[in-house]
């Protein structure tokens, strides 16, 4: 039989209320910290994915301009400007969604066509090809649309007319690149 005091017969005592609240109290706060780093840890997962595909769109496309440059056919590298980068890669990654064009390329209307986030996807209508971010806390953009980076099949050349597009025959290409339509970046 217990004593007054909260001790067993073995000398044992209960744990007090303000016992069991400090020791819950720490268990909140380590699981609070364990889920920001798993937050944290997914956040920057998907940058390095997201820069992966990137990495990957750009050697394609550095492929296609050392094919033209041995072919002495530089300047129709014109035709591929603003085309979907993504059907310059063997295999697409498993989280593009495809190409997109009309309304549900940007007014969306249902937005249960618009593409998930996480994924890519190509605006045909403007010729970008856009992923749309999961993490937005952990994203800054400049753009018009704060959960999307987009960006664009360029084509860069010699302006020899000074007229701002390529002329074919008075203008040199000289390359093509994939370049952001507005700055942005992952933050921590």
Do not use: C
């Not at 209320?17 to 400090?22: A, M, R």
């Not at 980068?85 to 064009?101: C, Q, V």
């Not at 940007?106 to 190509?122: I, K, M, S």
């Not at 806390?137 to 649309?145: K, P, Q, R």
């Amino acid at each position: 039989m217990p004593s007054k005091g909260g001790r067993g017969l073995t000398g044992e005592r209960g744990y007090s209320h303000l016992e069991l609240i400090l020791a819950l109290t720490l268990i909140l706060i380590f699981i609070s910290g364990a889920l920001r780093m798993l937050i944290d840890f997914s956040a920057n997962a998907e940058r390095m994915d997201m820069e992966e595909v990137l990495d990957s769109l750009r050697q394609s496309v550095l492929i296609v301009v050392g094919e033209h440059m041995v072919e002495s056919e530089l300047a129709d590298l014109q035709r591929l400007e603003g085309t979907n980068p993504m059907l310059l890669l063997m295999l697409a990654p498993d989280n593009y969604a495809g190409e997109y064009a009309g309304e549900s390329a940007g007014v969306w209307g249902d937005l249960n066509e618009r593409p998930r986030a996480g994924q890519w996807y190509f605006n045909d209508d403007d010729k970008v090809l856009i992923y749309r971010v999961i993490h937005t806390s952990f994203f800054v953009s400049l753009g018009t649309v704060e959960d999307e980076a987009a960006f664009k099949l360029n084509l860069i050349f010699t302006d020899n007319n000074s007229n701002g597009r390529f002329d074919k025959g008075v203008d040199v290409a000289q390359s093509l690149k994939l370049e952001p339509l507005a700055r942005y970046e992952w933050v921590n």
